[in-house]
């Protein structure tokens, strides 16, 4: 909301920046971009464009925590469909986002889980020795502002990410938690305590600001008063779309970027003195790669794209956590549908928010939730290292009905089966065609404990689906192992070009990818700056 007399965010136009030149040219403000774009404009004598397709467009229900949740919560979300499906009977799914500045926090549930140390530690195993627990944990705990654990060494306190816990609203909650206990499992408050048990029933941490409203890396990195006070160095550019890299092949070096107003759909040119950084997310940095060049040589020629560096795994090891969800009927008390089903109730709860910050609103669609390995112990490490995500919302996992209900979302957070990304065409406005391939490994059908009831196998076909955590289409691997970026994050062949967001993880961590997207922000820009180092 704005108030009379005083300035709105600093969206700039494309007068103001076509044709220019810019130290660092960040593309997508989404949950890594707009972190990478926040530190490097902390240097002041060096200048910052973001560019990003969506708007701020800050209005008031798009900031309550339990109104701005979901596919159809945000005016700027991005929804598109996988290919059919062999292994979920030739289904096509849905896969939604937010092209907004802030991305994708800017509609999921506001959950923060680092991952457990096992899974950085296997990167580390797989060749990426900089990017073990030992060497990403300081990076979370730079960006954290936990405030329900002010004295826990192992987390961050002075970070722009601010961190509570909600405790259950409804009385059915609590019997998941004796069902973890009767399995043996361990009930904690932190799932983030990297000396904690890797399996049990836990808390979520959530991203809400002081003042009860959703945050995102757009409101705590690049809120308002920041964008205004660093406007001289920092350009945040919405309303557009990068077309393609400009390359100069012999020089190994990205010169500047292509870009599309698509308000007036006039195209300009943007120079970069320094470094570019494409993320835009795991769909569209593979996209962007493909159409400049980059990718795999004989689908770039089908596209009639001409071929600058042959990468072939750009966008062919696509990963998600897959999801199946279960609905149940429980009395309207204990469902957040009585918002809906009962209006004066819903105004009540309004009125508790708006005026105090508090209420139903005020919360996350889900408080809680258990990991677990489906086969007990990891045979090759010998470490607990979780494979299923069960958690539980109190509202419907399908359409709404006026009746109380409460979900359960069974994850698959370690998913081996890949997918892959390919150009529609050469236009950049075109969406990619997704092949998701789901489910199709063996392995994963083990973890899900496959099962012989022919009704239950066509329930899992007919309801799975994604976590919305699209992943590892620009893989950090040796390039003779089929890898994109190095572990600096460095695109093979090129000197100033680098992917930043959830599609360089090498292998899928097994949580929810929004705080481990914000390390990929906070490593990016810290290889940057001791690159170029400023005078601060």
């Known amino acids: 909301m704005m108030w009379p007399f005083t300035r709105a965010y600093p969206e700039r136009k494309c007068k103001d920046v076509a044709d220019k030149e810019f130290d660092y040219i960040v593309i997508g403000g989404g949950t890594t971009g707009c972190v990478i774009a926040s530190r490097l404009s902390e240097d002041p004598n060096a200048t910052v464009l973001l560019l990003e397709k969506g708007m701020v467009k800050d209005a008031f229900m798009g900031t309550v925590p339990m109104a701005s949740q979901g596919p159809h919560a945000n005016d700027q979300r991005a929804t598109r469909r996988s290919e059919p499906i062999a292994s979920l009977a030739n289904r096509s799914i849905e896969i939604f986002t937010s092209e907004s500045l802030g991305g994708a926090i800017r509609v999921n549930s506001m959950l923060w889980t680092r991952g457990i140390p096992t899974g950085y530690n296997d990167w580390a195993e797989k060749g990426h020795p900089d990017w073990s627990w030992y060497k990403v944990e300081p990076f979370f705990i730079k960006a954290e502002n936990v405030q329900h654990q002010p004295k826990a060494p192992h987390r961050g306190h002075g970070g722009p990410v601010r961190l509570i816990q909600h405790q259950p ?24 305590c990297p000396t904690g048990p890797a399996m049990g029933y836990f808390n979520f941490d959530h991203v809400i600001m002081s003042d009860g409203t959703r945050g995102s890396s757009y409101s705590e990195y690049l809120p308002k008063e920041l964008a205004l006070a660093r406007e001289a160095r920092l350009t945040v550019y919405t309303g557009t779309i990068a077309t393609k890299l400009e390359i100069d092949v012999e020089a190994r070096r990205v010169t500047g970027v ?25 769909i569209r940095s593979p996209q962007l790669l493909m159409l400049s060049g980059i990718g795999p040589s004989e689908h770039l020629e089908a596209r009639g794209v001409l071929v600058k560096r042959h990468l072939p795994d750009v966008g062919s090891r696509l990963s998600d956590h897959h999801a199946c969800p279960i609905t149940v009927e429980v009395p309207i008390t204990e469902s957040y549908h009585r918002l809906l089903a009962n209006p004066l109730f819903g105004l009540w709860q309004f009125m ?49 009905a006026p009746i109380g209900q409460q979900s359960i979302y069974v994850v698959l957070v370690r998913p ?13 406005e075109d969406e990619v065609h997704l092949f998701y391939n789901m489910l199709e490994s063996a392995q994963d059908r083990v973890s899900w404990r496959q099962i012989s009831d022919e009704e239950l196998v066509s329930y899992m076909e007919a309801n799975s689906g994604s976590s919305f ?19 600096q994050l460095q695109v093979y062949g090129f000197d100033n070009l680098r992917v930043a967001d959830a599609s ?16 990929i922000g906070e490593r990016c820009a810290d290889f940057i700056q001791q690159r170029w180092p400023n005078s601060i």
């Open 169 to 192: 609203v409804f009385e059915a909650q609590q019997y998941f938690a004796h069902a973890a206990e009767s399995l043996r499992l361990p009930v904690e408050a932190d799932g983030n």
């Open 352 to 400: 508790l928010y708006a005026f105090q910050g508090t209420g139903w609103l005020h919360s996350p669609n889900t408080t809680n939730h258990i990991m677990v390995t489906s086969s007990h112990i990891d045979d090759d490490t010998l470490t607990n290292n979780p494979d299923i995500e069960i958690s539980f919302f109190a509202n419907t996992a399908s359409e709404y």
């Open 416 to 428: 081996e089966t890949t997918g892959r990304i390919e150009l529609a065409s050469s236009n950049p």
């Open 469 to 487: 955590h699209i992943a590892s289409t620009c893989p950090m691997r040796p390039e003779m192992d089929g890898g994109v970026v190095n572990d």
């Open 258 to 282: 292509g870009i599309k107003c698509m308000k007036t759909q006039k195209g300009f040119f943007v120079r970069a003195r320094r470094e570019v950084v494409v993320s835009c997310g795991g």
């Open 504 to 519: 360089v993880f090498p292998l899928m961590p097994a949580c929810h990818t929004m705080a481990p997207a914000v390390m």
